[in-house]
Antibody, heavy 120, light 107 residues
């Protein structure tokens, strides 16, 4: 059974950056993909981007291109998402989600979520 | 990019009713569609993948259908535990996308 454990809540100033981690256990990390999905307060789910650990290739939703960097460390089976130039609209719960198979697929497993608050 | 449009955005039904949620893709996505259930305060839970395949452990009152650009999620005999928000998700290729969600309540 795959388990995804995310880093803790963050409070950041506008203009700063945040890096969130997602530690995977119980599965084959290199044979998966990891995506990041965000949910603003009271809003729906939004795909931010994803990474294929075996190749390191990352893809992003257009609105996040250039401001978000997603990486995967096979040695620690951990995925990371860094968001730069934070603004109040980035205040949200961020989830990591994984698939079975080293390609984008349905999300079998989800992390518990990391709350990021952007406030002056 | 493919846009996913869900309807209705919310619905209220009685226990035992059959409810149907629809999801439309702006381009052909074959059967690369999943459905999730999300309850307040928690992450989404996978219900259906490949448009119509029930995830292990999900009650059989949930079913999915459709292909191409039009899809549906049906809950037969709605139960109080089904109160949640439901999302469709297309995953044929990046960028992935979700529908806007449907909030299901009990009358």
């Amino acid at each position: 059974q795959v388990q995804l454990v995310q880093s803790g809540a963050e409070v950041k100033k506008p203009g700063s950056s945040v890096k969130v981690s997602c530690k995977a256990s119980g599965g084959y990390f290199s044979g998966s993909s990891i995506s990041w999905v965000r949910q603003a307060p009271g809003q729906g789910l939004e795909w931010v981007g994803g990474v294929i650990p075996i190749s390191g290739k990352a893809d992003y939703a257009q609105k996040f291109q250039g401001r978000v960097t997603i990486t995967a460390d096979k040695s620690t089976t951990t995925a990371f998402m860094e968001v730069g130039s934070l603004n109040s609209e980035d205040t949200a719960m961020y989830y990591c989600a994984s698939t079975t198979g080293s390609y984008y697929n349905w999300f079998d497993y989800w992390g518990q979520g990391t709350l990021v608050i952007v406030s002056a | 990019d493919v846009q996913m449009t869900q309807s209705p955005s919310s619905l209220s039904a009685s226990v035992g009713d059959t409810v149907t949620i629809t999801c439309r893709a702006s381009q052909f996505i074959s059967n690369f569609l999943a459905w999730y259930q999300q309850k307040p305060g928690g992450p989404p839970r996978l219900l259906i993948y490949a448009a119509s395949t029930l995830q292990s452990g999900v009650p059989s009152r949930f079913s999915g259908g459709g292909s191409g650009t039009h899809f549906s999620l049906t809950i037969s005999s709605l139960q109080p535990d089904d109160v949640a928000t439901y999302y469709c998700h297309k995953y044929n290729s990046a960028p992935l996308a979700f529908g806007g969600g449907t909030k299901v309540e009990i009358k």
